[in-house]
């Protein structure tokens, strides 16, 4: 199956700080999600990219498919920022399932 | 807003018990995902359903089942619950055919004794 490799696994960042998350990614891939897990387990959907460029406030992604890899950026983090964010996969056409990531761990101190 | 509800925040069963996980979402999405999450393996795939009655095995269906009968309602089965299914589970919904990501339910962490 497709593997889905996130870097780097813990970040730990001084609040305002800016951070770029990196999902690679083996095969060609039909949709890309970024998401984030709060301390409570929550997974919130970030963004749908199977390719190109969105912002959504301080957030923004950029996937290029022919090179295989996404990445997340976060600006002007806040301790909210703080959680797990997976990237995920949809490998097969047709198929609408999802391959994870193992996740980046971010921690945002005051 | 799409919500995805999950009928147990925390749950504790006993070994051989069939154990019963509820979610329904309010959107009428086709698409219902079944995941576990554990530590150091990340969000596995447990089984799928793209419409009602519908069903396909993820990547560890072995021990599960599934009931859809409801296109609001997945239903997650442990036909006789293991100690190794201990875990977080998550269920998610998507829509068919539309640039839409998923949206996740708040999750049933589920502890086997």
């Known amino acids: 199956g497709i593997q889905v490799e996130q870097s780097p696994p813990d970040l730990i960042l001084q609040e305002g700080a800016n951070s770029t998350l990196r999902c690679n990614f083996s095969?060609?891939?039909?949709?890309l999600q970024w998401f984030h897990q709060n301390p409570w387990g929550q997974l919130i959907n970030l963004f749908y990219?199977?390719?190109g460029t969105k912002q959504n406030g301080r957030l923004s992604a950029t996937t290029v498919a022919t090179e295989r890899y996404s990445l997340l950026y976060i600006s002007s983090s806040q301790t909210t920022d703080s959680g797990v964010y997976f990237c995920a996969v949809e490998h097969n056409f047709g198929n609408e399932k999802l391959t994870f990531g193992t996740g980046t761990r971010l921690t945002i101190i005051p | 807003d799409v919500k995805v509800t999950q009928s147990s925040r925390y749950l504790v069963k006993r070994t051989g018990e069939k154990v019963f996980l509820e979610c329904v979402q309010d959107m009428d999405h086709e698409n219902m995902f079944w995941y576990r999450q554990d530590p150091g393996l990340g969000l596995r795939l447990i089984y799928f359903s793209y419409d009602v009655k519908m069903k396909e095995k993820g990547d560890i269906p072995e021990g599960y089942s599934v009931s859809r009968e409801k296109k609001e309602r997945f239903s997650l089965i442990l036909e006789s619950a293991s100690t190794n299914q201990t875990s977080m589970y998550l269920c998610?919904?998507?829509?068919?055919?539309?640039?839409?990501?998923?949206?996740f339910g708040s999750g049933t962490r589920l502890t086997v004794v």
């Open positions: 998610a919904s998507s829509p068919r055919y539309r640039d839409y990501g998923y949206t």
């Open positions: 990219i199977p390719s």
């Open positions: 095969d060609s891939v039909n949709n």
